[in-house]
């Protein structure tokens, strides 16, 4: 596509929290109403899903569920005409969870699943943690053989920060490399869309091999990205309703945009259905 070819400045998001994660600020209205102020079309509302027994913290309670959605039923009806509400949710890819993944849409009726990985399978079979890998690079490779696992699954729409595994301190590497390569592989092949994620612009700026940088989104990974034919998107990953558009969304675009990368800012009408 060419970049003289402006899009027109349609205003989406489809990655937002509320406080039901209880490490977020705002009702689902909150963001509703800040949503009707800055011009959006579209709000995708992607609070951290539950998990039944509660086994992870910092995400919704799995006994918030049937309210979250039918608060959001009665949003929709309210708003609608105004604005487009979904109903999504983000979560991690655990193979243990492939049938309740399934549930969410067949039993709750979902709109939408973002796979948002800070949980990953690690190289001995165990549930890790992105944020706590201290030995090597090694662990990348893992951290996206998870990632594509669960994009074959078809069940997510878009992988929300695909690059968090550079927020880790160590150099970007062979196997930094090797990692985007298989997330981008297989995003193309399975048409799910890669997320541009600008709550990273939100973190503190930290000391990195490479210099002071945010932990997210990386560059290297972007410019691998604008090399392949991906569908990317900017998601807000907001978690108070004053970040659902600010500079950092507005930082996300303008960088794409350098980048070579034409973002889409439709979950729904492109690509694949569910
Ligand atoms: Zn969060
Ligand atoms: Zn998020």
Same mark, same amino acid.
């Given at each position: ?10 205003? @989406? ?7 039901? &994660? ?27 899903? %539950?998990?039944?027994? #509660?086994?992870?913290?910092?995400? *919704?309670?799995? =006994?918030?569920?049937? #309210? ?19 109903? =999504? ?11 309740? $993944? ?16 800070? +949980? ?19 662990? $990348? ?7 594509? !696992?669960? *994009? ?13 595994? *550079?927020? @880790? ?6 196997? &930094? ?19 541009? @994620?600008?709550?990273? +612009? ?12 945010? %932990?997210? %989104? ?5 410019? *691998? ?9 900017? =998601?807000?990953? &907001?978690?108070?309703?004053? +970040? ?8 996300? $675009? ?15 009408? !492109?690509?694949?259905?569910?």
């Amino acid at each position: 596509m060419s970049k003289l070819e402006k899009t027109p400045k349609i205003r @989406n998001n489809f990655h937002t929290h509320v406080q039901r &994660c209880r490490h977020a600020q705002g009702s689902e209205e909150d963001y509703i109403e800040e949503a009707l102020l800055k011009g959006l079309s579209q709000l995708g509302f992607s609070d951290h899903g %539950p998990y039944p027994g #509660d086994p992870f913290g910092r995400r *919704m309670p799995y =006994g918030e569920l049937g #309210d979250y959605l039918e608060t959001l039923d009665r949003l929709k009806e309210k708003y609608r005409g105004r604005l487009t509400i979904w109903k =999504g949710l983000e979560v991690e890819y655990l193979p243990q969870y492939r049938d309740y $993944y399934e549930e969410l849409f067949t039993k709750w009726k979902l709109d939408y699943l973002l796979l948002g990985a800070h +949980f990953y399978v690690d190289s001995e079979g165990n549930t890790a943690n992105i944020y706590e890998v201290s030995t090597s690079t090694q662990e $990348y490779l893992a951290y996206a053989k998870t990632l594509a !696992e669960g *994009m074959r699954t078809g069940l997510f729409r878009a992988v929300a920060h695909p690059d968090l595994y *550079m927020l @880790n301190h160590f150099a970007w590497d062979e196997n &930094c490399k090797r990692a985007a390569d298989l997330i981008l592989d297989t995003a193309v092949a399975t048409d799910t869309i890669l997320e541009y @994620n600008a709550n990273g +612009f939100r973190w503190e700026k930290q000391s990195y091999p490479e210099g002071i940088r945010h %932990p997210y %989104p990386y560059d290297g990974f972007w410019k *691998m990205a604008a090399g392949a034919p991906v569908r990317v998107m900017v =998601g807000s990953d &907001c978690h108070g309703p004053g +970040f659902l558009w600010d500079e950092a969304v507005e930082r996300s $675009y303008r960088n794409l945009e350098s980048l070579g990368i034409e973002p889409v800012r439709e979950l729904f009408t !492109e690509g694949k259905t569910q």
